[in-house]
């Protein structure tokens, strides 16, 4: 009876969730150390992607608190859309941040990283560091609001599954990608980069500032990016993976 009990299904799972979130932590420590020494060695700029960092803890944090607040709390259920709660007695899928966190990582640094690469791009240029970031804002706008919004689409559809475990994954997932896309992008990420500028770029050596806000106008304007969207030619298209 004590070996039945010991190997039931309930203690099983019991074992999976305790061994899942003792490695979870290693897990995110691996990976975020991976990509941002990746990032670091590409953009040749060491403190980069501590400044990235930043805009990566906030979105988790809001995704998964948000997440919580549905399904846990279960704020929602007055609307009757299952999608959007869970059943009774139960609460937030324990294998739903162990699912999207990492993939929500990627997608974020995925649009900062494309973002960041114009930063670059246009301060090499001459542009001063505010012009710069808000130029790559402008550029990379339209790409990037389109990618977000097709992947948002995409993991949506999971809202229309009757598992409950799938709804939260998709809703996770289609959460984030939105926040990142429409505040992240074009809020907290620009902030960041205007901080304490000459962190964005450290060690490399860049061209004095030759160019300002006034410059990156007439250069917009000419290259007709101001009113499409389109990088200019002297730039290299890169495209978000989302």
Known sequence: EEDALMFSAS?????????????????????????????????????????????????????????????????????????????????????TPIVTCTIIIGLALDYDVFLFA??????????????????????????????????????????????PMNNQIGFVMAFGVLMDTFLIRTCLVPSVLTLAAGLNYWPQSLPPVSKTAADLDDWLRDTGAACTGSAPSSLPIVAPMG
């Open 118 to 163: 114009r930063v670059v791009e246009l301060r090499r240029l001459g542009f001063d560091n505010v012009s710069a970031v808000r130029g790559a804002v402008g550029l990379t706008g339209p790409i990037i609001t389109s990618a977000g919004l097709i992947m948002a689409i995409a993991f949506a559809g999971l809202l229309l599954c009757d598992v």
């Open 11 to 95: 203690s099983v799972l019991v074992d999976i969730v305790e061994i899942s979130y003792d490695r979870f932590p290693y897990i995110l420590a691996v990976t975020i150390a991976l990509v941002f020494t990746v990032i670091a060695v590409a953009f040749r700029a060491a403190l980069a992607p501590v400044k990235m960092f930043f805009t990566v803890v906030v979105p988790l944090g809001a995704v998964f608190g948000v997440a919580v607040w549905i399904y846990q709390v279960k704020v929602l259920s007055w609307l009757g859309i299952s999608a959007l709660s869970s059943p009774d007695g139960a609460g937030l899928f324990w294998g």
